[in-house]
């Protein structure tokens, strides 16, 4: 099973990046999304992207031209489908716009097609039976910035094709991805499992005031190797998103840990520390005191 003909749906974020990750390595790239607005952004989004290929990748103007001409914009479904042999789905992260979405696109797609869907926290099997052929869909997930962080996890629900798996996990390679195979549905694959207990872990200590924040990295840092600790992949996530996990959790279970947590992020957020985006989080950019030669030493 050879995919060659490529659908992406949604030219969000991700789904701009996806199309033009896969149109960079020489695959012929549909991209589809609901408007002529969206449609508009979505280019604006892809332009915008040229640049870090220049810088990170050693692009030549030749290649990024050569990218963009594979590329085709489609805001019908049908016609965006037509000859895919894979659809990549990056629409929003709301059940019922992808519920609605897979019930379309299983009408309209060729009986070949191969459906992946992006999703960062929602499992295929959810939207499996509205595909039509569970047997055809899996999850391709892509980390944000691909071009750079190149993982693609690569996750099956328990009707898969093995064949299908397979494809799939050759597909990712040739668009210059590390593919890295899930054998079992998992909320939050891989990284996310890893990571979202790894700074959990690290906000308490912190917020039970066990440790400071640069002590806790500190620590990590030097028996570890690793070139930063939590708080400064934390200031990266940003303390939004940090805020709102915590907020949300404090919301679902009434947990007095969460609600602590959710508090201290909240006082930071009033000040304006947002993390790396606004110059200060739990570090000051763009200097911050981890990345001093010195820090792990004193
Ligand atoms: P986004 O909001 O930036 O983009 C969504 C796009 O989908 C928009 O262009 C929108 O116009 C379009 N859209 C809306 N309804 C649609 C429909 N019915 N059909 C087709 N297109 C439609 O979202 P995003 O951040 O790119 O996320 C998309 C998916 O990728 C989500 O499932 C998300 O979990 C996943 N993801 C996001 C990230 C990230 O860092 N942003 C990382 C990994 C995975």
Not at 86 to 103: C, Q, R
Not at 130 to 151: V, Y
Not at 153 to 178: C, K, L, N
Not at 216 to 239: C, S
């Amino acid at each position: 099973m050879q995919l060659r003909n490529i659908t992406v749906a949604g030219g969000g974020v991700l789904g701009s990046q996806i199309a033009f990750q896969t149109a960079f390595k020489g695959f012929p790239v549909n991209l589809y999304d609901i408007s002529e607005d969206a449609m508009a952004k979505a280019k604006q989004r892809i332009e915008s992207l040229k640049p870090q290929y220049q810088r990170y990748l050693g692009a030549s103007q030749q290649e990024l031209d050569a990218a963009s001409s594979r590329i085709r914009y489609f805001t019908d479904l049908a016609q965006a489908v037509a000859n895919a042999d894979l659809v990549i789905e990056a629409v929003p992260e709301v059940v019922d716009i992808k519920m609605d979405f897979y019930t379309k696109l299983g009408q309209v797609a060729p009986a070949k097609t191969v459906f992946a869907t992006n999703s960062s926290t929602l499992l295929p099997s959810q939207f499996a039976d509205a595909t039509g052929r569970p047997d055809k869909f899996l999850a391709l997930h892509f980390a944000n910035e691909i071009w750079i962080h190149n993982t693609a996890e690569v996750m099956r629900h328990p009707r898969t094709d093995e064949q299908v798996f397979r494809a799939v996990m050759e597909f990712a390679r040739a668009i210059g991805m590390v593919p890295l195979p899930l054998h079992k549905e998992q909320p939050g694959y891989i990284l996310n499992s890893l990571l979202v207990p790894f700074l959990e872990a690290a906000q308490f200590l912190w917020v039970n005031e066990v440790a400071d924040p640069e002590t806790i990295d500190k620590t990590w840092m030097i028996a570890t190797g690793a070139p930063e600790g939590p708080f400064a992949i934390l200031d990266v996530v940003g303390i939004r998103t940090a805020y709102n996990i915590a907020a949300g959790k404090a919301q679902a279970g009434g947990d007095a840990g969460y609600e602590r947590l959710a508090a201290k992020l909240k006082a930071m957020m009033d000040q304006g520390k947002l993390g790396r985006e606004s110059g200060e989080g739990f570090y000051k950019y763009p200097n911050p005191a981890f990345a001093q030669p010195d820090f792990i030493k004193a």
